[in-house]
């Protein structure tokens, strides 16, 4: 009896701890000497292509980011985007030029966002804030404010319109949700900024 005592109070405490978001992930960076927090479980969008087969999608991640060098402390969205199906070179220049420009839509609040012109290097960091799902996938950061975190952690609905070719925005909807893990590397954050 006092064995499936124990048992059961293990596997709750258990259930407890998984259910607490991962903490952010922090590193220094050795070739920049920049300190480089990111978010545990980012949020990953979808977009159905189902003019070309059954259960092929589009895929957009999102992750917040935050660089620290030497109290000069910078916040980013990191967008990793990639797809299920085989595309040509053409196509992959078309997907990534289309992420250019992007409106994040956190319940009715949209938050645009135009892609920073620098490489991560150039962000200060050289290790990948995420891992990438598949070959080839395409990556992009944007500056971002607090607010505009805050807004995402506490929606409901969260959908991505990108914009950069703006005959043809794309429209991605939540596929796997990542407020806990964005909610996590917010409380982190120093508040006097």
């Given amino acids: 009896m006092r064995v499936l005592s124990l048992l059961a109070l293990l596997l709750s405490l258990h259930g407890c701890s998984s259910m607490q978001p991962a903490a952010p992930r922090v590193w220094l960076d050795e070739r920049t000497a ?21 259960n092929v999608r ?16 910078h916040l980013y ?7 299920t199906i085989d595309r040509s070179p053409a196509e992959h220049e078309w997907i990534a030029a289309n992420f250019s420009r992007i409106t994040l839509h ?18 200060g960091f050289g290790l990948r804030p995420f891992a990438h799902p598949t070959p080839g996938t395409g990556e992009a950061y944007f500056a971002v404010t607090r607010s505009d975190l805050q807004s995402i952690a506490l929606s409901r609905t969260l959908t991505l319109t990108a914009r950069g070719n703006a005959d043809t925005p794309e429209r991605y909807s939540e596929w796997q949700d990542g407020r806990r893990g964005l909610a996590a590397f917010l409380a982190q954050l120093p508040t006097a900024r």
């Fill in 34 to 54: 920049v300190m480089v927090t990111a978010q545990s479980r980012p949020a990953v969008l979808a977009r159905e292509e189902q003019m070309r087969a059954i």
């Fill in 58 to 73: 589009d895929y957009a991640q999102i992750g917040a980011v935050e660089t620290n060098r030497m109290g000069a402390h």
């Fill in 77 to 83: 969205l990191v967008l990793l985007f990639w797809s």
């Fill in 106 to 123: 956190a319940d009715d609040r949209p938050i645009e966002l135009t892609r920073a012109a620098v490489t991560r290097e150039e962000l």
